[in-house]
């Protein structure tokens, strides 16, 4: 039996080229899970349950209970932002050109 080799990403640029996503890909996945990152803090502090935050951003409870538990497969930046506005967050985003852009 072979050895596995652990992969070590040290950053979140390094572990999208380890997992194969396009640079692209690589910047909404990002965006995700700051999304998510601040959705779950918001979510610790308030103390609010994942029903009340459903029946707010108009999703199932079990939606929010997999999006808090880390399952963000065919969770769109969208309902993240929707979820947070329902909860009186708004989310601002800024545009910039990187380096490595031609």
Excluded at 30 to 56: D, G, S
């Amino acid at each position: 039996m072979s050895k596995v080799k652990p992969v070590v990403a040290r950053t979140p640029e390094a572990l999208a080229q380890i997992l194969g996503l396009s640079p692209a890909d690589a910047r909404e996945w990002q965006v995700r899970y700051a999304l998510l990152k601040h959705l779950k803090e918001i979510v610790r502090k308030r103390k609010i349950t994942h029903a009340a935050i459903a029946e707010r951003a108009g999703t199932s409870r079990t939606r929010v209970t997999a999006i808090l538990n880390d399952r963000l497969e065919n969770v769109s930046s969208d309902l993240l932002i929707r979820i947070l506005g329902s909860l009186g967050y708004s989310v601002r985003v800024t545009v910039s050109r990187t380096d490595s852009a031609a």
